[in-house]
């Protein structure tokens, strides 16, 4: 093999600027010296000229919508927009803070769109109010109590009713709320 | 030319909004981009107006696999990549049913009013385009693809090895024999 036949396999990356540095020189000082392969190195800087001069560039008039409108057509779903939201929270994050992230913002989700949850919620204001209701009811049962109370425990010494609930007076109950007690009394019959 | 490896950061920024979901900001990088990867589906498929949709095809595909990408590698390439592998599988599947070829094509394409016409289609009249055009049609595909990426696209041969995926050397050799032999078929344009 020739050192012109050499240089020709090197011509092409040459004029690319793609050898290594005393590569390069080599070829350069080579084709210094050699009619042939210097014109065949203006050949294919030729036929590089050509090709470029033959590609039209294409008319891109509204590429870029047409794109766009494409992909809002396959737009995927909420699940995987939410995967890729996470993806990108794990590559910026790491994957602790992004699974932190995704339980915050599954619980946040479930919280605010769930009508589960809702009813969850309206169920629990519901009971609230009523404990706070009942709770008012018996303070102020409790603040009328000693009159009535008296009478129902007979004067009976030591006896503290909090609570009276029921108007047959035949029967008397007596409630302690705070302790969870409950005394049915029946007076005694008499034959 | 040295080209940078990663994202400016304008772009960085755009490629994490994109993750996001957030399509403007992938709309201004198929702005950025359209024509280079037009230009690398034109480079695999040798036709305008299939180029174009496998142009958006790969937007769409990139836009869906945007949260995969990673920082590391060159945005660009990466969607040179995903444009090329696009082009490889429709011309596979296109020589499956092979379309028409040379002077047949030609006839069908004179005629045909196309909107978008051909690459070649505003020198399609010269003689030289037309020359060039059955030149390239001569090479193998691999072949005609690394000569367009690098002449008409102007991507270096490590860009070429990314997109294409073959060893920098497979390059250099596809491109010293696509060149050898467009020089050897056009050999009298070349000599002028």
Redesign the interface.
Known sequence: MTQCDDIAQLLGAFQDGELPPHTMREVARHLAGCNRCEQAAESYSTIGQMLRNAASTPALDGFASAVLARIESVRPSPLTRFGRWLDVRRERFGLVTAMAFAMAAAILTIVIASPFAHKMIDAGNHAARLAARDAHAVAQQAANAPAALASAAGNEPGAIISKLETSNPDVAVWSEPTQGTTVIWLPDQQP | MIKPNRQDGDEAELI?RA???D?KA??VL??RY??RV??VA?AVVHD?ED??EL??ET??RA??N???FESRSSFSTWLYRIAANIAIDFRRRERRHPAMRGEEAEIELQRLPSK?GD?????QRGE??QR??GA?DQLTPEHRAA??L???EGL??DEISDVLQCPRGTV?SR??YA?NH??EI?KD???D
Request: hydrophobic residues 50%.
């Open positions: 994490e993750k996001a979901g399509t992938f709309g198929v702005e359209q024509r037009v230009g034109m305008q180029a174009l142009a958006q937007f769409v836009f869906e945007v949260g995969k978008l690459a070649f289609k505003e020198t030289m385009a060039i055009r390239l000569i367009l690098r002449e008409v270096s041969y250099m491109l010293h060149r467009l020089r056009l344009l070349a000599e």
